[in-house]
Every structure is written in C-alpha cells, then in structure tokens.
C-alpha cells in the first residue's frame, strides 16, 4: 500500500507561479512510476505530467509543455509538480498518482486526495 499526500496548492494570479509536492509513505516508492492528474470544475479528471526514472521516462499533456515540470526525490519519497506561466485554465484540483507512468487514470493504483489550485485572470 502507497499513501500519497499533496501539497503547495493555493491561490495565484495568472502568470504566477506554484509547486505541488506530493510525499509518499509505504511501499518502496522509487520503483512507481508517479503521475499528476487534474479535475477542473464541472470537467473529467486529465493527465498532466508523468515521471518514472528507472525507465528515464517524462510526459507532459501538450496543455502545460513548457510551462509545467515534473521531479521526484526517491530519497525524500517524494515527487514535484513546478507550475510556471500559470492561466486561469489551469485552476483544478490537482491529484498526485502512484503506479502508472501514462495519461490513462487506470494505470495507476493509489491515489491523493488532491490540492486546489486556483489561478485568478
């Protein structure tokens, strides 16, 4: 079992800048492959970004390339969500994911409760 706990969300003009951490506890973490999903208001869950570093593997979804990086810290169990050139379409709450390392939700077997990020024009 992997509990997983995000935080770093708030409230940020548009243009702005956050950083999601989500830490991990349980399982050994290095070997999952970690995602990042988010579900805005009214809308389905979707694929932000990926990482699992074992296989060198990084994917973003095209709506945040160049604007959004992903990392992880084995040593901390933890990963990292940095979010640059913030819009207002981007306000959601952001889920950390263990176990997949594509856009697909079933790939992935644990999950957060998820962070609110909330980006003002």
């Known amino acids: 079992q992997v509990q997983l706990v995000e935080s770093g969300g708030g409230l940020v003009q548009a243009g702005g800048s956050l950083r999601l951490s989500c830490t991990a506890s349980?399982?050994?973490?290095?070997?999952?492959?970690m995602g990042w999903f988010r579900q805005a208001p009214g809308k389905e869950r979707e694929f932000v970004a990926a990482?699992?570093?074992?296989?060198?593997?990084?994917k973003y979804a095209d709506s945040v390339k160049g604007r959004f990086t992903i990392s992880r810290d084995n040593a901390k169990n933890a990963v990292y969500l940095q979010m640059n050139s913030l819009k207002p379409e981007d306000t959601a709450v952001y889920y950390c994911a263990a176990g997949g390392i594509g856009p697909r939700e079933d790939e992935y077997d644990f999950w957060g409760q998820g962070t609110q990020v909330a980006v003002s024009s």
């Open positions: 349980g399982r050994t973490f290095s070997w999952y492959g």
């Open positions: 990482i699992r570093m074992s296989l060198g593997v990084i």
